[in-house]
């Protein structure tokens, strides 16, 4: 379907030549515009035929002459000019499918869009698209692609994600790959479903297609306690994450051999669930899968490391607290240790959250609720400030998951709250008070 102006820009070069709001834009230079992409995409020629239809359903061709990157100046109804499209799958281990009743219509929505993949980041699993998407991404040069894949099994693809297009939808990777595209690739494993030799199966198909696959992120199946009807799963037990480190770090061990790249990593989660050394930083090489928790708390270390390697020590009487999820506490405690002695008159505090919100088994700081911060601290000694993660917020940085509000923590536990990304400099910083 074609695009439909909301509105154009004082003064653009779409208002310019008579371009209104309503008008829909057919297509420019012959080729048709369907979304953000299309649009985005053929916009950057110099020399544009656009064919417009009119509110009236007349049409009007015109001709645009500009720079190469120069904006033609249209907003349209929604940010991908389409409705974004919504998951088909039924996964095993949908954390959206967890969710309690009555949280905010928006937490709800499943996306599968593979437009936000490249804008955004975001994982797909390709079963909401065809052929002719997959040739008009590799005619765009669309890279890279992020994709949910689970397992190349194509049969226990189907039986995990409750789509019967799940397996055949695999052939749209090497598509990909053939096409030029950079991958990047994420496996949500499950105990007794795809991990063991099926997670060997799913390695080896992977890393055949480097270097079109750049990295591989295997991350734990999160449960929560809101599973009433829905599949059993179990989490893994600390020996078997162990296991699944082994196994993973020896098919890396074969990718630097092979390729000169480790290619595929554990999360953050198989390390502190098994009680094992946080890797270093040349594991990770560029950290390639950061959004998917490999390596960041590699990288929080460091940063954390180097920022109190170069400040100068005092005399200052700082007091703060760190509230965090309970897999990450112990980590930021021993963080706090040298820095403690640097400066030696701070009192920092680390307090582990309980996650009572969705179930004690949820161990990361994202989904950390305003109600537990504030019944679990209400009563504690917290110091001049607060520090919270900007990951248990939503995008404008100032709602929980349980829709209380940075204000309402602050308000209730009378004390002012600083939200602090995932960055050992800005951590201490926000220590310091700066």
């Known amino acids: ?160 994600m409750k789509n019967p297009h799940a397996g055949e939808a695999l052939r749209f990777i090497k598509m990909l790959a053939d096409g030029g595209i950079s991958l990047n690739c994420q496996i949500v494993l499950c105990p007794e479903w795809n991990d063991g030799a099926e997670l060997d199966r799913t390695l080896h198909d992977l890393t055949a297609l480097c270097p079109a696959v750049q990295s591989v992120a295997v991350v734990p199946v999160g449960l929560t306690k809101h599973r009433e009807g829905l599949e059993k799963l179990r989490m893994f037990s600390s020996d078997e994450c162990g296991k699944v480190i082994d196994q993973i770090e020896k098919f890396g061990d074969m990718c630097v051999e092979k390729f000169g790249s480790r290619i595929v990593y554990p999360s953050d989660e198989f390390y502190l669930n098994a009680g094992r050394e946080i890797r270093g930083e040349e594991f990770y090489e560029d950290y390639a899968q950061l959004e998917n928790g490999v390596g960041m708390v590699s990288l929080l270390m460091s940063e954390f490391l180097s920022a109190t390697d170069d400040e100068p020590g005092n005399d200052g009487h700082y007091r703060a607290s760190i509230a965090c999820g309970t897999s990450i506490a112990p980590i930021l405690k021993k963080l706090l240790d040298p820095a403690q002695k640097k400066w030696h008159n701070a009192n920092w505090k680390v307090y582990p959250i309980v996650n009572h919100f969705f179930g004690e088994r949820i161990t990361v700081s994202g989904l950390i609720t305003g109600h537990d911060l504030i019944e679990q601290l209400r009563e504690q000694p917290l110091g001049d400030r607060l520090l919270i993660s900007s990951s248990m917020l939503d995008s404008s940085g100032e709602v929980f998951l349980d829709d209380l509000t940075l204000e309402d923590v602050q308000k209730e536990l009378r004390i002012p709250v600083s939200v602090v990304r995932s960055d050992g400099y800005e951590l201490l910083d926000a220590l310091l008070g700066k």
Do not use: W
């Open 1 to 160: 379907m074609p695009v439909t102006v909301s509105s154009t820009q004082n003064g653009g070069l779409a208002q310019k030549h008579g371009v209104e709001a309503g008008d829909k834009i057919i297509s420019i230079n012959g080729n048709e515009i369907n979304d953000i992409l299309d649009y985005r995409f053929y916009e950057t020629d110099r020399r544009l035929q656009i064919l417009l239809e009119k509110s009236d359903g007349g049409r009007r061709e015109i001709t645009v002459r500009k720079g190469q990157y120069d904006s033609l100046g249209v907003e349209c109804g929604t940010y991908l000019m389409d409705r974004q499209r919504s998951c088909r799958n039924k996964c095993v281990f949908c954390f959206i499918d967890q969710l309690p009743k009555g949280m905010r219509k928006s937490l709800y929505f499943k996306d599968d869009d593979d437009r936000l993949s490249f804008l955004f980041g975001n994982y797909i699993t390709l079963t909401n698209i065809d052929e002719r998407e997959i040739e008009r991404i590799i005619k765009m040069r669309i890279s890279p692609v992020n994709i949910s894949v689970h397992t190349t099994n194509p049969e226990l693809r189907v039986k995990m």
